[in-house]
């Protein structure tokens, strides 16, 4: 396990509410200077809650997701914010920066040696793609973990119905169309 290698054992049962709590608050640290993104986090963690719950996981499986959804984005804490709130499209060398959010993220998250290896694997897989042209690793199909999957169709749908400094917010139901057209190439068909 990633997490348990640091530390030689996973967090105990007794902490694991204060380590909630703490995670969640990490989460939140990044959106308290955006008002563009503020409630994504809660937002993307309830959605995943809700399809945590729909797909019956157990409650390891539940709390490793959930604690995914609050980090997920953490690793943009190294983002310029230049290339973070750019109004327009990112350029080539941009995008590279951008997308290093997700391995800083990772390295961040390990760092704290108590976060399961599901939660890690959540953080590095939620900009993977189905069809393999996502990032950071190029993973295609189930290559990606399935909790990294579930958090991706929670984050993009959240970005989707959110203003952003790039675009207006979108209907529910045109993001639900969306992701129902992305179906194959973006996310499992």
């Given at each position: 396990m990633l997490a348990s290698s640091l530390t030689g054992r996973p967090a105990a049962p007794e902490t694991s509410g204060a380590c909630e709590v703490a995670l969640r608050a990490l989460g939140q640290?990044?959106?308290?200077?955006?008002?563009?993104?503020k409630g994504h986090t809660d937002r993307v963690t309830e959605l995943a809650r809700w399809m945590a719950e729909a797909l019956a996981w157990s409650p390891?499986?539940?709390?490793?997701?959930?604690?995914?959804?609050?980090l997920h984005d953490v690793g943009k804490i190294e983002i310029p914010d230049t290339v973070l709130y750019k109004p327009g499209p990112l350029d080539a060398s941009e995008w590279a920066v951008m997308r290093s959010?997700?391995?800083?993220?990772?390295?961040f998250a390990a760092a704290l040696g108590f976060v399961?290896?599901?939660?890690?694997?959540?953080?590095?897989d939620h900009h993977e793609?189905?069809?393999?042209?996502?990032?950071?690793?190029?993973?295609?199909?189930?290559?990606?973990?399935?909790?990294?999957r579930v958090l991706a169709l929670c984050d993009v749908y959240d970005a989707l119905i959110s203003d952003r400094p790039?675009?207006?917010a979108w209907t529910p139901q045109e993001?639900?169309?969306?992701?129902g057209a992305q179906a194959g190439r973006q996310f499992l068909y």
């Amino acid at each position: 396990m990633l997490a348990s290698s640091l530390t030689g054992r996973p967090a105990a049962p007794e902490t694991s509410g204060a380590c909630e709590v703490a995670l969640r608050a990490l989460g939140q640290a990044l959106e308290a200077h955006d008002s563009e993104m503020k409630g994504h986090t809660d937002r993307v963690t309830e959605l995943a809650r809700w399809m945590a719950e729909a797909l019956a996981w157990s409650p390891s499986q539940r709390q490793a997701l959930r604690w995914g959804a609050y980090l997920h984005d953490v690793g943009k804490i190294e983002i310029p914010d230049t290339v973070l709130y750019k109004p327009g499209p990112l350029d080539a060398s941009e995008w590279a920066v951008m997308r290093s959010h997700v391995e800083g993220g990772v390295q961040f998250a390990a760092a704290l040696g108590f976060v399961p290896e599901t939660t890690l694997r959540v953080i590095a897989d939620h900009h993977e793609r189905w069809d393999g042209q996502g990032y950071p690793a190029g993973k295609a199909g189930c290559q990606i973990s399935l909790a990294g999957r579930v958090l991706a169709l929670c984050d993009v749908y959240d970005a989707l119905i959110s203003d952003r400094p790039y675009k207006k917010a979108w209907t529910p139901q045109e993001a639900l169309a969306e992701i129902g057209a992305q179906a194959g190439r973006q996310f499992l068909y």
